[in-house]
């Protein structure tokens, strides 16, 4: 069993950043963040395998969210600039094998969320 440790999040005004850590109990291969605004499904929003990895994420926020890997390889951060509204919902940390990160199946392993409001 992988334990997934979230922190970060926050209020903050449309155009500022956020700055989102995960901490996982112990090495695993795929780690990455997922959202669930109110009212709509659960939706990807970036995944990293190893370092030498390219990571995926979802085109809403391409080249305003940064996801990399820290302190070891057990943590991952997820730089979020350039906030909007559209951006505010709950967020989770995830994790499972390679396939998950190639986008080919749901990660196994989920932290509880932490919630990110974007204030307009």
């Known amino acids: 069993q992988v334990h997934l440790m979230e922190s970060g999040g926050g209020s903050v005004q449309a155009g500022g950043s956020l700055r989102l850590y995960c901490a996982a109990s112990?090495?695993?291969?795929?780690m990455g963040w997922f959202r669930q605004a109110p009212g709509k499904e659960r939706e990807m929003v970036a995944v990293?395998?190893?370092?030498?990895?390219?990571?995926s994420y979802a085109d809403s926020v391409k080249g305003r969210f940064t996801i990399s890997r820290e302190h070891g390889e057990n943590t991952i951060a997820l730089q979020m600039d350039s906030l909007n509204s559209g951006d505010t919902a709950i967020y989770y940390c995830a994790a499972g094998d390679r396939a998950v990160c190639n986008l080919y199946s749901d990660p196994t392993f989920w932290g509880q969320g932490t919630q990110v409001t974007v204030s307009s």
């Open positions: 990293i395998g190893s370092r030498a990895s390219r990571p």
């Open positions: 112990q090495y695993i291969y795929c």
